[in-house]
């Protein structure tokens, strides 16, 4: 099976990157990618499709399998929020091979992001230019279309403040992350809190310990019994990560997600003209987020469950990670750069490396090199 699923991908990798991405490379991006939402959102609706693609793209094996805070995740790979905004592909994402996935960012009122051009390519650089601004169809809107639904794989739902003037003004935007949290939380199977989109009007003024603790205080006065879970930035110092483990610490917090986009620009791996706005995604993350993890996980351990986000290309790229104590990855530009396989690609990379290495399961080898 593994082997089957080993040429497989490789053939569904070269006909990507030899036909496809070469001229989908061409066109607008946004335009690409609203156009394989709906075209996802629509394959998924077909169970006899959604078999299909399953027998195209799919891997399953149980080594893969982790119960995480009550939730059954079968394979740790998910598809981090900002792919599917305003969730068009949970019919459809289990049929690609994922583990789980995040949705969103959905913020508490519906909004229409910055104008575009919000999207660039940065290929030699691998990575994206984002500058969204939390466009999404608001929480009343979303909240529906995962109400009374019965979703094949877990569904995380990652909640902004809402990117409007009114909310320049702290104590507002700490009062719209919590409506946002109160209308979505019995819909999911975790929350993420969004401390860091770096595309807001007013920066990012979550990941400063004032504010955090602030909405922090607020957010545990509306308790939800959902996992919950923070996502930071790839930007932060250790010294600005003690203090948010500190405040942390004190309130109801699961897990944190380990990173959102770099806005740092100056960085040596950037090899392309830099976009006029907006964060980086994809390998300019790696390093920063594995720094951050590494140093996380060996403060605090297993106190919190980490998943990583930021740049995971390859199976190496995965391992390496939960080697440092992530439990759980999330990506999207690995998968734009190197096509939908990359997914169950990773998961059977995965397989083969921790049996080499003997762990009987992937929960093994968390954190191994990171005591
Ligand atoms: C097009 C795009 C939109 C994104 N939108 C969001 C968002 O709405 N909320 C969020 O928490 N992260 C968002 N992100 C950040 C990703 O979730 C992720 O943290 C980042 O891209 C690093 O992962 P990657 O290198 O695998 O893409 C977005 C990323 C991309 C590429």
Redesign the pocket.
């Known amino acids: 099976m593994s082997r089957y699923v080993k040429y497989r991908n490789r053939l569904l990798s070269a006909l990507y990157k030899g036909i496809l991405k070469p001229v989908l490379f061409l066109l607008d ?2 335009d690409i ?1 609203d156009f394989f939402v709906r075209f996802g959102a629509f394959l998924g609706k077909f169970s006899p499709i959604r078999w299909k693609i399953s027998k195209l793209f799919d891997y399953r094996n149980e080594k893969l399998r982790q119960k995480i805070l009550g939730i059954d995740f079968r394979n740790p790979v998910g598809l ?4 599917d ?1 305003d969730i068009e592909l949970t019919d459809i994402i289990s049929s690609l091979g994922f583990g789980f996935e ?1 949705v ?2 959905i913020t508490a009122k519906a909004c229409d992001g910055n104008p575009r051009p919000r ?1 660039w390519r940065l290929p030699k650089t691998k ?2 230019g ?1 500058w ?1 601004g ?3 169809k608001g929480a009343k809107i979303l909240s529906k279309k995962l109400a009374n639904k019965i979703h094949q794989l877990p569904i995380g739902v ?1 909640i ?1 403040f809402t990117n409007c003037k009114e909310n320049l003004d702290i104590p507002s935007a700490i009062s719209d992350y919590v409506a946002g949290i109160q209308v979505m939380e019995k819909y999911a199977d975790y929350i ?1 809190v ?1 401390l ?2 770096p ?1 807001t009007l007013g920066g990012i003024p979550f990941i400063m310990p004032e504010s955090y603790g602030k909405l922090m205080v607020e957010i545990d006065k509306n308790p939800t019994n959902k996992p919950f879970f923070v ?1 930071i930035s ?1 930007d932060m110092t250790h010294q600005e990560i003690d203090k948010f483990l500190e405040i942390t610490g004190r309130h109801r917090v699961h897990g944190i ?1 380990c ?3 770099s806005k740092e620009y100056d960085q040596k791996e950037i090899k392309d003209p830099i976009p006029p706005q907006g ?1 980086l ?3 300019v ?2 390093p920063k ?1 594995l720094d951050l993890l590494s140093y996380m996980y060996k403060k605090v351990g297993n106190k919190y469950i980490f998943i990583f ?5 390859s199976a190496d790229d995965a391992y390496r990670v939960i080697k440092q104590g992530a439990s759980l990855i ?7 750069f190197e096509g939908p396989q990359i997914v169950s690609e990773i998961n059977r990379g995965l397989v083969e490396k921790i049996t080499r290495d003997g762990f009987k399961n992937i929960s093994e080898a968390l954190g191994v090199e990171n005591k």
């Open positions: 991006p946004e990618h981090a929020a900002g792919f905004k995040e969103g960012s999207l990575s994206l984002v969204y939390l466009k999404n990652n902004a993420t969004n860091s989109c595309n996502k790839p997600i990173t959102n986009l964060g995604s994809g390998r993350v790696f987020a986000c930021g740049g995971i290309f999330e990506l999207i530009t690995g998968m734009i």
